[in-house]
């Protein structure tokens, strides 16, 4: 009986353990794909990847002239020479794109050859040091005055904007420089400039130096085009053309503009008349195009409303890197005004962003503008749009 008694109590414990313990089935040992009968493969098709595209914003002003009283305004007491204060109040504007560029009209000949503005300019170099400062990257040389001083003027000047880390093009020191367009890459998108000049006030190029300033010859400008366009994402041609303080272009230079954005540049620049003319959007061959037939002055001593309006000019491309394709896709600007005023007996130049000035005019924290001011700043901003159109173009 006692044996009886064991046997059961063993046998409760067993039956005990195993109901603890959770024994394999049939369902619970396969996966459901096992289950069905269908096994599931991993996916071979890729998420589809965005394009991969990339933008950037060139930045160009009008002409920089310096004349006999900014260069004086200019001057220290010990006798050197700085212009930081010329462009301080629009150095924001220059900054915020990723490449800039402008037209100096003169040549820095050194001191020796005595400083002068116009007819026959020589700047000092510490304008170099500004433009650099500033946000400047190019400056554009191809132009009526660079010949001012000479041959070894122009070569200096080179020299001098080379020391100061900036780009030149259009006026060249060798054969081997003239053949080699300027040629930029901005984050994987290359911009290539040429620059061309209608004259350079009848002095005649050197004999053993003909390749020292490009002058226009349509030919020539077809074929340098020809030449670059399939090296580059951006083909920018710059023109110091048309006729001075003219508002319009002349049918002549239309038809140019025409005929060069045809054979495929993307953006004309226009220099020389000192006064702003229009600009013009176009679609050639189902690409967005633009030409500016004159940027106007940025800087100079000149009088008269007309002459002193200018502008920050913005274009922004964007290129899609799986197509190969690069497009204008953004133009805006900043009108601006050269302001001339008096500081410890001498005149002193600024350029201002107008709708900005008027509206510190406004809060009260302009500093040298006053309210009696607004009528001219208004009437420049309502000019510049009338030549303009809309300050923003998105295509």
Not at 95 to 121: C, H, I, Q, R, W
Request: with cysteine; charged share 20%; proline share 6%.
């Amino acid at each position: 009986m006692m044996l009886n008694v064991k046997s059961f109590l063993m046998l409760v414990l067993c039956l005990i353990l195993t109901g603890c313990s959770t024994i394999p089935t049939l369902s619970s040992s396969l996966t459901p794909s096992e289950v069905s009968g269908v096994v599931q493969q991993p996916s071979t098709n890729p998420e589809p990847k965005a394009p991969k595209t990339e933008a950037i914003t060139l930045v160009a002003t009008g002409d920089i002239l310096m004349h006999n009283t900014q260069i004086w305004g200019g001057q220290q007491l010990e006798g050197s020479y700085n212009f930081d204060s010329f462009f301080s109040p629009v150095e924001h504007l220059i900054k915020v794109g990723d490449y800039a560029s402008t037209n100096f009209e003169a040549p820095m000949a050194g001191p020796d050859s005595g400083y002068t503005g116009y007819p026959l300019f020589n700047s000092p170099d510490a304008i170099a040091d500004t433009f650099k400062k500033s946000g400047f990257d190019l400056i554009v040389t191809a132009n009526n005055h660079i010949l001012d001083r000479g041959y070894k003027g122009a070569l200096r000047t080179l020299e001098v904007l080379r020391n100061a880390s900036l780009d030149t093009t259009g006026c060249f020191s060798n054969l081997e420089a003239h053949n080699s367009p300027l040629i930029k890459s901005v984050r994987g998108i290359k911009i290539g400039y040429i620059a061309y000049t209608y004259g350079v006030n009848g002095i005649p190029l050197p004999q053993h130096a003909p390749y020292l300033v490009n002058i226009m010859d349509p030919d020539k400008i077809m074929a340098d085009i020809s030449t670059l366009r399939p090296k580059v994402d951006v083909l920018v041609l710059v023109l110091h053309w048309g006729e001075e303080y003219r508002q319009q272009p002349t049918e002549q230079q239309k038809e140019l503009a025409q005929k060069f954005l045809e054979a495929d540049v993307d953006v004309i620049l226009g220099s020389h008349p000192h006064v702003i003319e229009p600009m013009e959007i176009k679609k050639i061959n189902g690409k967005n195009k633009f030409v500016i037939y004159s940027l106007g002055n940025f800087i100079s001593a000149q009088n008269g409303l007309e002459r002193n309006s200018g502008l920050v000019l913005n274009l922004q491309f964007v290129k899609d890197f799986d197509t190969n394709t690069t497009s204008l896709k953004k133009i805006s600007y900043d009108a601006t005004y050269s302001h001339a005023y008096r500081s410890n007996g001498k005149l002193q130049y600024r350029v201002v962003p107008i709708l900005e000035t008027i509206q510190k005019i406004k809060d009260g924290t302009e500093q040298i503008l006053t309210p009696q001011d607004l009528p001219i700043l208004e009437k420049a901003l309502e000019q510049t749009r009338k030549q303009l159109g809309d300050p923003m173009h998105e295509l």
